[in-house]
């Protein structure tokens, strides 16, 4: 079947305090508008959605390390297409998935929260997949992947695939871990061990946090490192066939620009 070129990039409707309470966190904004200015370069329509049809930005997103020039310029005006599309959001569950040939999850912290169990992002994903389309993700992202099936093999979507996110020795690394603890947050690390995605998404220094030693040791998966960021704040993504994941904020371009090549490629198969 052909695939619509067009995009919905999720985006989370959950916030939440970090750094001792002192910050909200919600949308972590270059990781929706990023992927939004690319996939609109590329000739896509692209829509966003939450599964409440709200949002929250994050504070540190705002910050002029992580949003300066022309993505403040956009962000400031409130007539700018992306914000006017930000601002009136479509709740998902008023979406059809076979509306979609490609599928983003945009993140931040919060998206740990909603993710899991964002029942229509969800939907929506699982069509774009069962119809042949891209499913992608950026940073915390992949939290949707927790009750995300494949209809085809009724297994997680991620089984047996590569997959990247945030690590969890990035989140030690911002002193916040005991925080995410506390609203019960599995990190992207564990959900993706649970749920049988090969491990190209951990650094080394990484399996020396007890937790990710615990879900290492009672898995049966090999844990990989010769692929990964240098860095834990490196620009890194992983495609793997259709699905196409990318590790942090500094990614959410280069993810965005792989998956316009990882539809273009599935788009040409159909012919």
Not at 84 to 103: E, I, Q, S, V
Not at 154 to 177: Q, W, Y
Request: glycine share 8%.
């Amino acid at each position: 079947m052909s695939l619509p070129r067009r995009a919905l990039i999720s985006i989370t409707s959950a916030h939440g305090t970090l750094f001792e309470g002192k910050e909200t966190t919600g949308l972590f904004i270059s990781e929706a508008l990023h992927p939004y200015s690319v996939l609109r370069a590329a000739g896509f329509e692209v829509d966003l959605a939450s599964e409440t049809g709200t949002y929250t930005p994050d504070w540190l997103s705002t910050q002029p390390d992580f949003l300066n020039g022309e993505d403040l310029d956009i962000w400031n005006n409130a007539k700018s297409e992306f914000r006017m599309k930000l601002d009136n959001m479509t709740k998902a569950a008023d979406l059809d998935g076979n509306a979609y040939g490609l599928f983003y999850a945009s993140a931040g912290h919060a998206a740990l929260i909603d993710y899991p169990t964002a029942s229509s992002l969800q939907r929506i994903a699982a069509q774009v997949w069962a119809n042949g389309g891209v499913v992608s993700s950026v940073c915390h992202g992949p939290a949707l992947f927790a009750n995300l099936i494949d209809h085809n093999t009724n297994e997680p979507l991620i089984k047996n695939k590569r997959i990247t996110g945030f690590t969890t020795e990035a989140e030690s690394s911002l002193g916040i871990m005991d925080e995410l603890r506390s609203w019960g947050a599995e990190m992207v690390e564990e959900t993706a061990i649970r749920l049988g995605a090969t491990c190209e998404l951990f650094t080394l220094s990484s399996i020396h946090d007890p937790a990710i030693a615990w879900w290492v040791s009672s898995s049966d998966l090999t844990l990989k490192t010769d692929v990964r960021a240098p860095g834990i704040w490196d620009d890194f993504h992983v495609v793997d066939g259709r699905l196409v994941t990318g590790q942090n904020p500094a990614s959410a371009t280069s993810t965005a620009q792989a998956a316009v090549e990882a539809f273009d490629s599935a788009f040409s198969m159909v012919f």
